[in-house]
């Protein structure tokens, strides 16, 4: 710390990694809220109508951002799980744990949010064509590692469970992604990507990616006050968290 | 090696070993994983016989008409390569409009009439506002008069 570089490590031990997460939360609320409400206003008052789909268009504003936040959030989870089976180390299964209910309720709005717009806009409320089968198996590997680490009554046994889970599981987000690429999907192609132009209208776009933003913030949010909760509730033994303010009986 | 990078070489080659895996799955299964079929694969050969399957494709422009009947709708699925008349009695999804994309799932009767039971409508990744919509059309109707 001295030389003026960030030393990243000493945010991996739970006792430095608490408050640090207690001070980040309230901005990514407020962020949470400024992204989401300039992104309401925007989706709901200023993009246009859609040609064909008329209002019922206007769902891509949660149904977009949803599922690229239950992809990316695997991703992250996966991420963390690989760290702490490779360091050992405490605070990444704590982040993993953390981040899975958020990833489950995003796979669920995906697919929910998803089916509501189908059955106007397709005529069907489900098919198994291959970008909504995969999803829904994103969905079931949440909640798998979420059961599969609630039966372990050890902590740090749990986590390595989990983690090769969350681990195996990463096979099926590329699975997800390309799925509209590779075969012929009922689902449209990607909107928006990395490699060409969007072919959506500018105004739709912009409602879109500040939903995201908002998505990305609460899910930060979220997760970091789910990963204190963890923290307090694993290491409940240790000397420092008896001398917490929010703990010490007073 | 320390302990840890035997461990992370272990996640990395568990990974690797794991999407290998999933590619070939994936590639044995190529033909059950599809949605539909497209007119030139059914002409090919390549849909099952006898049984039901899906077909999808775009509806051709000035296809759609309603049989004497009053219920059965007939129109093409074109992939612009081949076609296929399509009937179907039943309501048509919101979406269903002649040159956009349409899946139906049905059998082919033994005089290639395509008869469905479900159709469902595949809507394209674009979103615009009407007035958008509306030049686009307007380029295409030009673009028409000028080929001829």
């Known amino acids: 710390m001295s030389n003026g570089i960030i030393n990243w490590f000493r945010f991996s031990s739970p006792q430095t990694f608490y408050p640090l997460a207690g001070k980040l939360i309230p901005w990514f609320w ?43 959030l695997y991703l992250v989870m996966a991420f963390w799980a690989a760290l702490g089976l490779g360091f050992n180390t405490r605070l990444s299964g704590m982040m993993a744990s953390a981040l899975a209910p958020t990833g489950a309720l995003m796979a669920f709005l995906s697919l929910w949010t998803g089916a509501l717009w189908g059955k106007p806009m397709w005529g069907t409320w489900w098919v198994w064509d291959a970008r909504l089968t995969s999803e829904l198996i994103l969905f079931f590997l949440y909640l798998g590692f979420i059961a599969l680490q609630s039966a372990i009554d050890d902590a740090r046994r749990a986590d390595k469970a989990g983690a090769v889970l969350a681990l195996v599981g990463v096979v099926n987000i590329p699975i997800i992604y390309f799925s509209v690429k590779w075969w012929n999907t009922l689902h449209q192609g990607a909107s928006v990507s990395l490699t060409k132009s969007p072919s959506m209208a500018q105004t739709m776009l912009w409602g879109m990616l500040l939903m995201a933003l908002a998505f990305w913030m609460y899910s930060i949010a979220v997760s970091l006050t789910r990963v ?6 694993r290491e409940r033994h ?13 | 090696m320390k302990p840890r990078h035997k461990r992370f070489a272990l996640i990395g080659g568990g990974l690797a070993v794991l999407g290998i895996a999933a590619a070939l799955v994936l590639n044995a299964f190529q033909s059950n994983l599809v949605f539909f079929f497209t007119p030139t694969q059914v002409a090919s050969g390549e849909a099952p016989k006898g049984k039901a399957f899906r077909i999808g494709g775009l509806v051709k422009e000035g296809s759609l008409k309603r049989q004497p009947d009053g219920l059965t709708m007939q129109f093409v699925v074109t992939d612009t390569a081949k076609e296929i008349t399509v009937a179907y009695s039943g309501i048509l999804p919101d979406l269903f409009r002649e040159g956009k994309g349409v899946v139906a799932q049905g059998k082919v009767g033994d005089n290639g ?19 958008a919509q509306h030049a686009v059309d307007e380029a295409h109707k030009a673009a028409k008069t000028v080929k001829q």
């Open chain 2, 113 to 131: 009439l395509f008869t469905a039971t479900e159709v469902l409508a595949k809507h394209d990744e674009n979103y615009m506002p009407p007035e």
């Open chain 1, 30 to 72: 407020a962020l949470t809220a400024a992204f989401g409400l300039a992104g309401l206003y925007i989706g709901f008052f200023v993009a246009p109508t859609d040609a064909q789909q008329g209002e019922g268009y206007r769902i891509i504003f949660i149904h977009v951002p949803a599922s690229w936040m239950s992809m990316f």
């Open chain 1, 228 to 233: 204190r909760a963890i923290i307090l509730e």
């Open chain 1, 238 to 250: 240790a000397g420092w968290i008896e001398e917490l303010s929010e703990v010490k009986p007073s």
